[in-house]
């Protein structure tokens, strides 16, 4: 009985030998277990990659960039937004286009203003400054952003100077006496430029043109 089990532990031994070095993979077929060179090979696949001469390289540049401009020809493609300082710069980038073949399109945006308490230096300060506003019954936000005005109580926002200073106004009427208002952005153009159908020359042109003037370059135009 002993001598048997000895035989089955020397049995087992060299078949589970077997297993880990593959010599019943004809058999059993590929164990799970693959070493990790069988598994870099199959990831790698180095047949896929090709590596292209120079020449083979700019032909695959000038096809990419030959569709394109197809993809853009009589499509409506706009660039920007752009502000009063930077649309001079992407109009001269455009200055080969035709003429007559683009066009500036410009907005006015508001401003956008707060009626602003603080900054205060401490967070108790704050707290104090909150408690006299419920007294008064004024409304009021903490303000977090920009980091210049953290720390410090909102009483509206607006997008006119003349309705903030309303607003400062009718809070002086109630009671407050330190409120002032703050300009977050002022009044401001914001301006695109437009090509409303691209002929098949001048999509080539806006697919060659620099895109850091251009805010990133021309793009399909987006809905207003």
Same mark, same amino acid.
């Given at each position: 009985?002993?001598?048997?089990?000895?035989?089955?532990?020397? %049995?087992?031994?060299? %078949?589970?030998?077997?297993?880990?070095?593959?010599?019943?993979?004809?058999?059993?077929?590929?164990?799970?277990?693959?070493?990790?060179?069988?598994?870099?090979?199959?990831?790698?696949?180095?047949? !896929?990659? /090709?590596?292209?001469?120079?020449?083979?390289?700019?032909?695959?540049?000038?096809?990419?960039?030959?569709?394109?401009?197809?993809?853009?020809? *009589?499509?409506?493609?706009?660039?920007?937004?752009?502000?009063?300082?930077?649309?001079?710069?992407?109009?001269?980038?455009?200055?080969?286009?035709?003429?007559?073949?683009?066009?500036?399109?410009?907005?006015?945006?508001?401003? !956008?203003? %707060?009626?602003?308490?603080? +900054?205060?230096?401490?967070?108790?300060?704050?707290? /104090?400054?909150?408690?006299?506003?419920?007294?008064?019954?004024?409304?009021?936000?903490?303000? /977090?952003?920009?980091?210049?005005?953290?720390? *410090?109580?909102?009483?509206?926002?607006?997008?006119?100077?003349?309705?903030?200073?309303?607003?400062?106004?009718?809070?002086?009427? +109630? *009671?407050?006496?330190?409120?002032?208002?703050?300009?977050? =952005?002022?009044?401001?153009?914001?301006?695109?430029?437009?090509?409303?159908?691209?002929?098949?020359?001048?999509? =080539?042109?806006?697919?060659?043109?620099?895109?850091?003037?251009? =805010?990133?370059?021309?793009?399909?135009?987006?809905?207003?």
């Amino acid at each position: 009985m002993l001598r048997t089990l000895v035989l089955l532990l020397l %049995l087992a031994n060299a %078949l589970f030998f077997a297993w880990t070095e593959h010599w019943l993979d004809p058999l059993l077929g590929p164990s799970h277990r693959e070493r990790e060179p069988e598994r870099v090979a199959r990831q790698v696949q180095p047949d !896929s990659v /090709k590596l292209l001469p120079p020449e083979a390289a700019s032909a695959a540049l000038a096809e990419a960039a030959s569709a394109a401009a197809q993809a853009a020809q *009589g499509a409506c493609m706009e660039a920007g937004p752009f502000s009063d300082a930077d649309v001079g710069a992407a109009e001269l980038a455009v200055a080969e286009l035709p003429t007559g073949s683009w066009h500036r399109i410009s907005v006015d945006l508001p401003g !956008s203003y %707060l009626v602003y308490m603080g +900054r205060y230096p401490t967070r108790e300060a704050l707290q /104090k400054k909150t408690e006299e506003l419920r007294r008064l019954k004024v409304g009021f936000e903490e303000v /977090k952003a920009p980091p210049e005005l953290d720390n *410090g109580l909102s009483l509206g926002h607006f997008h006119t100077r003349e309705e903030a200073d309303a607003a400062l106004a009718v809070a002086a009427s +109630r *009671g407050v006496r330190s409120a002032r208002v703050v300009v977050l =952005a002022p009044p401001r153009a914001q301006h695109r430029l437009r090509v409303e159908r691209a002929t098949a020359a001048v999509a =080539a042109q806006l697919v060659a043109l620099p895109p850091t003037a251009l =805010a990133g370059g021309f793009e399909a135009c987006k809905p207003r």
